[in-house]
């Protein structure tokens, strides 16, 4: 332990843009570790730590450990890292600097002017990618985007009490308990990362599920269901609050699943399902 009362009191007060009050004693002992931590703290308090040997609370701030002996990083010793920042053009400054004059755009027309064309225009022509014939097709604007919960994550909330594995697990459940995003999209599907640990016996409702992650629940003694929701009852499933902020009732479950949807589901998913 030394006395390095006065050193300590310059360069924090050159680092922390403090004046650092000369009320502290020459009995302060300031040991010298590697690193030093400067934390701003309010009027709650100052922490503690075991990891630094003394901590000294000087208005409002905590320096916690000692200056090492190349001195404490300071706002004037910063500096970007190499290759980061580089200088900009300097145009229209001669033509010596091979950017003069035209500042590299060349005489008149288009290209020297305000903007250029969009990727793929040729000159109000019929562009190459409008030319040449399309085949198959793309199904981005119609497919089914489902949101995935693992095995492996629904046995972590069943072991911290977030879901209640002696009653139906449904859509609302897994959302209500934080287990998949607020955002369900078209459904929720079920996948078999962490099958081989799970044991847990449960009742589940997704939209889809994987063919590990069934063989998975039904060997721990549970079930899986593969129940359809057209987007509004979807919705009333996850939101019915939503609609009596709207006023509005709750809508029927449909009555059948559509054609392009048969064979796809086990079955028809309810609006108020039982948890029972």
Partial sequence: MFNYLGRFRNQLTAAARVSIPRFLSLETKIDLPQLVRIERFGTRGFASSNNFVNDISLKGFVFRGIVPSAGILALNDLRPNPGSKRKAHRLGRGTGSGRGKTCGKGHKGQGARGGMPRLGFEGSGTSLSQAIPKRGFSNKVH??????????????????????????????????????????????????????????????????????????????????????????????????????????????????????????????????????
């Fill in 143 to 276: 497919r089914l985007e489902y949101r995935y919960v693992n095995l492996s994550k629904i046995d972590q909330w069943i072991k911290l009490g977030r879901l209640d594995p002696n009653k139906s697990i449904t859509m609302k459940d897994l959302r209500d308990s934080g287990c998949i995003n607020k955002r369900y999209d078209t459904g929720v599907r079920l996948l078999g990362s962490g099958s081989s640990e799970f044991s847990a016996k449960i009742n589940i409702q997704v939209s889809k599920v994987s063919v590990r992650a069934k063989e998975a629940v039904e060997k721990a003694g549970g079930s899986v269901d593969t129940v359809y929701y057209n987007e509004l009852g979807l919705r009333a499933l996850m939101k019915p609050e939503w609609f009596d902020g709207k006023g509005r009732l709750l809508p029927k479950t449909v009555r059948q699943i559509p054609p392009k949807h048969r064979g796809k589901f086990d079955t028809i998913g309810q609006i108020q399902p039982s948890t029972a």
